[in-house]
């Protein structure tokens, strides 16, 4: 085993060497999550802790560089006995002088005399290259990197990685300019040695929260002590890292017109864009080749898993669940009016209260939410509460708050901060998500579980959350209304309709309460990965 | 057969040549005279005629042989004739492209490819992969034009959800960097018109000498005019408004804020060309043509000879923008709706047709002439509009 570079891995408290501690039961791998941030997943991994009291978790958080998580969001419940940090990156290193460089100059001579000395060729760069060039994903690369036989100043200085970097450059990236190619090379290869140089935390079986890096690590890891590993995706990694990929202002494709033919422009597709995709999308597969169960959250994410490279009988659809009440929750609004009396203009006797619950980050496009507040406020009195944390990105908040004063809708819509579920849904008629992407949201969850209704965008899961899965779920009747992503003017008519039909909104409450009741139970969640979980460990 | 005694019979010729060189190298080997030189090239010309007078050879293959046999005396008849029998596998040459067999399927494919190529944008965005597709959104966004933002809203309805998506974030990443410009200028100009009023007031002016500013902004501001500054966030809004960015309910507002800042823009004599045709365009943008014109028709006298072709150009564009009716778009609706109060729910008096001394428009549902169009009436313009839903 690799020295560890004692900046690019930490443990924290609980454990000081993962090699030696006693095993932890589950070791959950997290990549930017639990416990340092808050929102879904990292509300899910923790609820799944908390919910098998009779295993011991170890965590191992996979960050991007050392002191970029924050403070624990969470406080850990007993049974996690471990929690480590390993992070991909170092942080900034201090640019060198003059004599620094010189130094620097003869190390990397000597080292490069080193590395031609070497009698074998590294085994992890034969692996990167059949991992990412090849599209391989068997047990053979992984047993190449595990083999963590390349160090860093080997990656960046040797010969036999300058011939990987060409190879990339000939048949992944040939049109790259060979500088460009050469620091994303880098930006991509060096992480996954840090991972591999990571020690392996033991542990009777290997939960991947996620693809991608920390997807690998747990194949790794999962490969090196031979316990079975179990990969959950609430969205999915690869297709997720596309989206950013596509934003990415790092990554230029070559301008051209728009109105000139198509030929003259469309080729011209940044070759390192395929590049870090193909990347992702092979780190996607290392995982899901390694994996013993991969579990999705719905249909629609089984369809993309399938189209990465999973294979379609490892794949198990296991749906998010929250608690719900002691005996079946009323919905929120009073006796319904008589069918007879039920007529669009027959209002609601207060102002309908409308919830966007989650956090105010642009992914859940929180713009479109307060554009289609100010439309509806033009027909209906609304009572608008944007509920979460805020802090994630600031100026996207600043953003959403100027807006609203803009429209001059503060007296409407005010931003009220993080609350508990029981303080949220309590004093709400209505949930409403504008998300540009989600996986199965637990807050549409959690306001069935309060009788409340949701207008939530075509992402995801949403539709079949809330238009139901199977004929049997459909049967139940729509629990909300499905908008376009980015259409406030959709999201305002629903909500408008919503508002002056108290009727429907209290069949559609009734539906979803209905809906969690049979599908989406916290218990029935966490006995399904209570089955695996044990299956996982007594796994010869 | 017969090809084949023909082919021995025209051996004659290319054997003829060789020997004429043969017979000027000779010459030139044994024979050291002053003459022997012109002799020998003599011979080498003659080395040609045989060629040149072989009636089985097509034009190209003619010169073919006849190019072997100049460059390379003695071996060039032998060069030429394998040349000729084993060239494309036929032993003849393409003298015509007319006689060229056609190369069926692969031009098709070409043919084809290049009608793939020439889709719209459009088509490109709902036909092309994944990767071509998030190229040409990162495209739009870069391009940032009327254009780009119009594909971009019409991909947000597409059928396609990822489309959809990677559309509403590229017009969500368009918004949000237009807001932080929007906020960066609207602090410079604010840092530069009290750095402006204290200049004024006599008091020190100089970067950090307030208390109040950031650095950063009172330096920008201190070399920056208000005028310079509030040009600088009109055009931005105007941009913004015209290329469609612009949030639609905050138009208005947004316009509104732009006047006021080509209002202090107008101070400086120097802006007054760009203030009036930022300020048409906004007027454009913000669907009130008639104000446009107004704007043109005041700033046309003094304008610059530079500015004149634009202004003159949004004049005609504002003309024919005055023309459209309330019922063509809901946002000309919305725009007469927005100014109910000023126009007392009555479209804005159409300036051009008084300058033009034309009738005013008849408010009944009957259909009306601009120009060489026929345009329906508002009742049965409705009438198609609610049978297509």
């Known amino acids: ?540 | 057969m017969a090809d084949a005694i023909n082919r021995k019979q025209s051996v004659a010729p290319w054997i003829a040549a060789s020997i004429a060189d043969l017979v000027g190298l000779g010459l030139l080997i044994g024979v050291q005279e002053p003459w022997t030189l012109p002799v020998a090239g003599v011979f080498h010309a003659a080395a040609l005629l045989p060629i040149a007078f072989l009636r089985r050879l097509r034009g190209s293959e003619k010169s073919l042989a006849l190019s072997f046999v100049f460059a390379l005396p003695i071996f060039g008849a032998l060069l030429a004739v394998l040349a000729l029998e084993h060239g494309d596998g036929e032993g003849t040459l393409i003298s015509d492209l007319a006689l060229a067999p056609p190369l069926a399927t692969e031009a098709v494919a070409g043919d084809f490819g290049r009608l793939a190529a020439a889709l719209p944008s459009c088509e490109a965005l709902s036909a092309g992969t994944v990767e071509e597709r998030r190229a040409i959104i990162a495209t739009l966004v870069r391009r940032g034009d009327a254009e780009a933002v119009a594909l971009l809203r019409w991909a947000l309805g597409a059928s396609d959800p990822d489309l959809a998506v990677d559309a509403a974030l590229a017009l969500e990443e368009m918004t949000a960097s237009f807001d932080a410009r929007l906020a960066a200028c609207r602090e410079t100009l604010a840092a530069a018109r009290t750095t402006g009023a204290s200049a004024a007031a006599g008091e020190d002016a100089r970067p950090g000498a307030g208390t109040s500013d950031a650095a950063a902004i009172s330096e920008v501001a201190a070399s920056l005019p208000a005028s310079e500054a509030a040009l600088a966030a009109a055009e931005l809004i105007t941009h913004a408004i015209d290329v469609g960015v612009a949030d639609p309910a905050l138009v208005p507002a947004l316009a509104g804020e732009a006047r006021e800042d080509y209002g202090i823009a107008a101070a400086d004599p120097a802006h007054a060309d760009a203030v009036a045709i930022g300020r048409s365009q906004l007027e454009l943008g913000a669907m009130r043509p008639d104000t446009a014109l107004a704007c043109i028709d005041a700033a046309l006298p003094t304008a610059g000879v530079d500015a004149r072709p634009t202004l003159l150009a949004l004049r005609e564009e504002a003309l024919l923008a005055s023309h459209a009716l309330p019922w063509e778009g809901p946002s000309a609706l919305a725009s007469y709706q927005v100014r109910a109060h000023s126009h007392a729910r009555r479209p804005p008096p159409l300036t051009a047709r008084r300058r033009l001394g034309l009738p005013p428009i008849p408010a009944a549902s009957g259909s009306i002439r601009v120009g060489p169009v026929q345009v329906p009436g508002a009742a049965a313009t409705r009438k198609v509009r609610n049978g297509g839903r």
């Open chain 1, 1 to 540: 085993m690799a020295a560890v570079d004692g900046a690019a891995y930490a443990s924290f408290g609980l454990s000081d060497d993962p090699e030696i501690a006693e095993p932890a039961d589950v070791c959950l791998l997290v990549e930017g999550t639990y416990p340092f941030v808050a929102g879904g997943v990292s509300s899910w991994v923790h609820d799944v802790i908390q919910g098998h009291p009779e295993l011991s978790f170890a965590v191992l958080y996979v960050g991007s560089y050392p002191g970029a998580q924050g403070e624990p969001r969470y406080q850990l419940p007993s049974n996690v006995v471990a929690l480590h940090r390993v992070f991909c990156q170092e942080s900034a290193l201090a640019p060198l002088d003059g004599a620094g460089r010189s130094a620097l100059r003869e190390q990397i001579r000597t080292l490069r005399a080193a590395i031609d000395a070497r009698p074998e060729p590294s085994r992890v760069l034969a692996g990167l290259q059949r991992m990412h060039v090849d599209g391989e994903a068997g047990t053979d690369v992984l047993a190449a990197l595990a083999s963590n036989d390349l160090t860093l100043p080997e990656l960046l200085h040797g010969r036999p990685s300058f011939q990987l970097l060409t190879t990339i450059a000939e048949r992944v990236a040939p049109d790259a300019p060979f500088l460009d190619l050469f620091w994303h090379y880098r930006a991509i290869f060096a992480p996954v040695l840090r991972l591999l140089a990571a020690p392996t935390v033991q542990a009777r079986c290997y939960h991947a929260v996620a693809t991608g890096y920390a997807g690998l690590l747990a194949a790794l890891w999962s490969h090196r002590t031979g316990r079975p590993l179990m990969v959950t995706e609430h969205g999915i990694y690869a297709r997720e890292r596309d989206m950013e990929l596509a934003r990415a202002d790092w990554i230029r494709d070559e301008v051209g017109g728009v109105s000139e033919p198509r030929s003259t422009w469309a080729p011209r597709i940044s070759p390192l864009r395929r590049l870090w995709s193909s990347f992702f999308r092979a780190l996607s597969r290392i995982a899901y080749v390694q994996a013993r169960h991969i579990i999705t959250l719905s249909d629609a994410n089984r369809v993309k898993q399938i189209v990465d490279g999973a294979p379609p009988a490892k794949i198990e659809i296991v749906p998010n669940g929250v608690a719900l009440q002691s005996g079946p929750q009323p919905p929120r609004d009073p006796e319904p009016p008589a069918p007879d009396q039920r007529s669009v203009i027959a209002l609601p006797s207060r102002r309908m209260r409308v919830g966007f619950v989650g956090r105010v980050v642009p992914i859940k496009d929180l713009v479109t939410f307060v554009r289609a507040c100010d439309i509806a406020l033009n027909s209906v009195d609304l009572d608008v509460r944007v509920i979460g944390p805020a802090e994630e990105d600031p100026g996207y908040a600043a953003r959403c708050r100027q807006l609203v004063a803009r429209l001059g809708r503060s007296s409407s819509i005010q931003f009220v901060g993080p609350m508990p579920p029981a303080r949220i849904y309590g004093d709400l008629d209505l949930v409403v998500l504008t998300s540009f992407s989600e996986g199965q949201p637990l807050v549409i969850l959690e306001a069935y579980a309060w009788g409340l209704p949701v207008i939530a965008t075509d992402v995801g899961a949403c539709r079949e959350m809330i238009e139901g899965r199977s004929d049997d779920d459909r049967r139940i009747g729509p629990s909300g209304v499905v908008t376009r992503v980015a259409a406030p003017k959709e999201t305002a008519a629903a909500m408008v309709r919503l508002a002056r039909d108290v009727r429907l909104r209290w069949q559609m409450g009734a539906a979803g309460h209905q809906r969690v009741t049979a599908y989406y139970q916290r218990k029935d969640m966490l006995a399904r990965y209570r089955a695996l979980y044990e299956g996982l460990i007594e796994a010869p």
